[in-house]
Structures are given as C-alpha cells and as structure tokens.
C-alpha cells in the first residue's frame, strides 16, 4: 500500500533564503525537480511508484513522461503504476501496450496485475481483450484470476448487453475441460448458482445422464461434476441410485463422493458428515467447493457447524470461498467473528463485508471493540480503506455507522506513523479534509501526507496551508507541500 514506503522514506529537503516574490518562485519549482529527482532515483521501487502515483493524480507538473520512462523501470511494480496512471491520459496507448504485453510474458504476478488494473481501469472492450489473454495462458493460476474476471464482467453489469453477457457465458464454459481443477470448479460454481446448465437443451441433458450411468470412469466423473452443478428434476432419484451402487466399492469412490454431493446440494440432511468430510479435503478443490455448496443448501444447523469446523486450519482458497457464499446467500454463520483476525488481508476484507451483510449493528460493535485491541488496529484499519477505495461514498453506510467510533479514536491514532495515515483516509471521508487541517501540524507525518494530498486535490487550499511542509524531513509530506505551493504559483 501507498502508507509503506512513505513510513520508510526520510529524506532532508533543501530550503531557500530569497525573500524575493519572484525569486522564491523559481526557488520552489527549481526545488520541486530537485526532490523530484531525489525520489525516482532511489532505489526503493515502492518510493519511485508512489512519486508516479502522486505527480500523476495530482496533475500539478507535466508527468506523462516520467511516467513513459518509469514504463522502463527495472523493478515491475514502478511500471505497473506508471501503467495505470497513463490510462487515464493522452498517452493510454502506451499504458494498454505495458499490461498487454505483461498477461503472457511477465511473472504470474505481473499477470495478475496487469488483467486486474484493465478490469477496473478500461472499458468493456479493452479490459476484455486483457483479460480473455490471461485464459490462453500455461499458469494455472493466471487462468484463474482471468476465470473470475470474466465472471464479474458478467455478475457486475459490466458486458454492453445481454447477448454480450451471454456470449461471454459460451465461451467460458468450453473450460469446464481445463486442466486445473480450480478453474473448472471456478465455471461449475457460476454455472450451477446461476442456473445456467438448467438451460442447456434436452438432448445435451440426455447425453449427460447417458454418460453418468455408462461411460468411462472419467466420462462418468466429468458428465456428474456437471449435472451436479445443475437444477434438475431428475437428479435426486439419479444421485441416489448411483450411491447406492457406489457405497462400499473403493474404485468407485469418487463417484460416491459426487453422488452425495450432488444429494446434498439439493437439501438431503442425512450425510452432512460425510459432506464435512469431502468439504475439508483440499487436494480435490472442485469437488471441496461443490461440498461446500451442498453445506450451505441444506438448512440445517449441523450443516453450519460443520461449515464452521471446515475453516479451522483450512487453506486461503477454502474460506474466502466460504466468505463468498456467505455474503451472496447468508447463513448467518459466526465465521466473520473468527476471520476477522486472520493474517490474510483478502480474508479479513470479505469478513468484514459479511460480517455487515449480516448484522450492522453487530458489525459497529464488533469492529469498535476490535480497534480497542492493539494488535486489530491496523490490520482492520488497513481493510477498512481497502473497501472504502472500492465504491463511491454513497454507497458506503458501512462507513457512517462507524463514525462515531472512529472520531473518538481519531486523535489518537492520528498521532501515530504506524496508523495516522489509515485513519485520516477514514476521517477525510466521513468529515472532509477540512476537518483535519487546523491540526496538521501535530498529525503524524503520515497522516500529514495523506492531509496534504486530499489538499492538492481541493479546488481552493491556501498556499499558507503547504508552506511549512516545505522543509519537513519526511521526504512524501515535502514533496506534497512542494507540489502545493507550485500549484497555487501558477494560478
């Protein structure tokens, strides 16, 4: 995050001595360049990204060819950043070119960056071309993010249309035969929670069930993996016959496990043991996260037990899928109370937002004893920007029912490096940056910095407000009142 490499960076600026109106001017820009240059040629690369990232949101100075340069830049994460500022300039041809040309041939992180920056950051038909090269690729787990952002293209109304959506549907599930079992069971979730395998016409159904009773082992296993992902009439009977002929025959072990999967996903209470079993087992994460399924469809409260005992010592990929579920079809399960202090950011994030989902009272409680514990403060704080970030004011009244808490704590987070920052993204947000300026001088040089950058934003900031930052010795609250004072010179 931005907070990192500030906390890190403590550079001394140079001051200037002429008292001339004239003189002080040129001093302040001839001054600017020079911390500017200062910051690019550090070798912190998180110092060099946040630069690109401040100049460039801030649009005081001409930036769009530094941040061409820092396309170039040795260490990926500074391209990155430089990438995404230029999409939203003259020069976003040349920021498209960096993240298409990173899908296939950087690292599986350059990968994962590059199709999440297009996703969020161009329109439809760009962000699409991105994206679906990140299906053709040999990293399994590059084929998984693209997996889960053609879907959100679709759960998240961002297709142009309906048939665009629905085309979008065709083509994923030709990867129901992907080699990796995480992407087809990425496909069999959407499909089966959407209905859409209900609509496939009755002689491919047909095939299938021929398939489950009659074919090859694989056969048989492929032809159920997805019939239990869909509705259908016939499939309980089905199911049940098949386990019968299964039980208590090792060579047919798996498809006993399918079979009561697919009774459990539709409402059979009498195996939730066995479900808890094949829920736990990781080495099989299609078949895991369609016992996961089948947990949560049976409203049963040894079901939910069972989904609670699932997470303890479970992998990542199991509880935010469990989070998942939980926040698209709640259970009121206490799985938020037990994730929220997990080590993992991605997990805590989607605990808090299920934890909302299903009790805001209790999330406003919960979360204001949490941050009375130091060792929750930042972890929570942290998350909490991290959804703030991700939609428009109005639509955070998660936001509004902390504020209390969050005002009474303020003082005394904002005094300190370690959480002044993360606080002061959260109070600027509930009260504006006015709110905090008159007491700049004693915040953190964190929280300064964050106050400083709001300020440069702000249409009308008085010169005076960024003057005596000039000389700070933390090098991103300098650089800011910098960028200031030269703004308001030119206007």
Same mark, same amino acid.
């Given at each position: ?6 906390? +890190? ?35 912190? &690369? ?13 649009? +005081? ?69 991105? +994206? ?27 297709? &142009? ?48 069930? %021929? ?64 479900? %808890?079993?094949?829920?736990?087992? %990781? ?8 016992? #996961? ?39 009121? *399960? ?49 998350? #909490? ?11 955070? &009244? ?34 504006? +940056? ?48 910098? *960028? ?8």
């Amino acid at each position: 995050r931005r907070l990192s490499a500030m906390l +890190v960076m403590l550079l001394l600026a140079n001051g200037c001595s002429d008292s001339k109106p004239g003189a002080r001017r040129a001093a302040s820009e001839a001054n600017l360049e020079q911390v500017l240059r200062q910051g690019l040629e550090q070798p912190d &690369p998180f110092v060099r990204a946040e630069v690109i990232d401040l100049i460039s949101s801030t649009g +005081v100075i001409s930036w769009t060819d530094r941040a061409k340069a820092a396309l170039a830049d040795s260490d990926p994460l500074v391209g990155m950043v430089a990438a995404r500022a230029l999409l939203a300039s003259e020069a976003a041809e040349d920021g498209i070119r960096h993240l298409d040309d990173r899908v296939l041939s950087g690292t599986p992180a350059l990968s994962l960056a590059s199709m999440r920056i297009a996703f969020s950051s161009l329109p439809y038909s760009k962000a699409k071309e991105i +994206v679906n090269k990140g299906l053709r690729s040999s990293t399994a787990e590059v084929r998984r993010e693209a997996i889960r952002l053609m879907l959100d293209f679709i759960r998240l109304g961002k297709t &142009p249309d309906a048939s665009t959506a629905r085309a979008l549907e065709q083509q994923l599930l030709t990867f129901l035969t992907d080699t990796d079992p995480y992407v087809v069971a990425l496909v069999l979730e959407y499909t089966g929670s959407e209905g859409r395998l209900a609509e496939v016409d009755e002689a491919t159904r047909g095939a299938l069930y %021929e398939l489950a009773k009659t074919g090859e082992l694989e056969q048989q296993r492929r032809a159920l993996r997805i019939l239990t992902a869909a509705t259908d009439g016939q499939m309980k009977s089905f199911l049940f016959d098949l386990y019968r002929d299964a039980e208590g025959k090792p060579e047919r072990s798996e498809l006993f496990d399918l079979a009561l999967v697919g009774m459990g996903q539709s409402g059979d209470k009498l195996h939730i043991p066995e479900l %808890e079993r094949i829920a736990g087992r %990781e080495t099989d994460p299609e078949l895991q996260k369609a016992a #996961l399924t089948a947990l949560f469809a049976i409203d049963d409260i040894d079901a939910s037990l069972a989904l609670s005992q699932v997470l303890e010592g479970r992998g990542k990929q199991t509880r935010l899928h469990i989070l998942a579920m939980e926040l698209r079809r709640p259970r009121n *399960l206490r799985l938020a109370d037990v994730l929220l202090k997990d080590d993992d950011p991605e997990v805590r994030l989607a605990a808090l937002k299920v934890m909302h989902k299903q009790d805001s009272q209790k999330f406003q409680r919960t979360v204001s004893q949490k941050l009375a514990v130091e060792q929750y403060r930042r972890p929570i704080l942290t998350s #909490l920007c991290e959804w703030m970030d991700e939609s428009p004011a109005e639509k955070q &009244p998660w936001l509004g029912g902390l504020a209390s808490s969050l005002r009474s704590m303020a003082a005394e987070f904002l005094a300190r490096d370690d959480l002044g920052g993360l606080m002061a993204q959260l109070i600027i947000r509930l009260d504006g +940056v006015s709110s905090l300026t008159e007491e700049l001088s004693s915040l953190s040089s964190s929280a300064q910095y964050v106050v400083l950058r709001a300020l440069l934003a702000a249409p009308e900031t008085s010169p005076e407000l960024f003057k005596p930052y000039a000389t700070s010795p933390f090098y991103f609250v300098q650089l800011a009142a910098l *960028l200031g004072l030269n703004k308001r010179s030119k206007g």
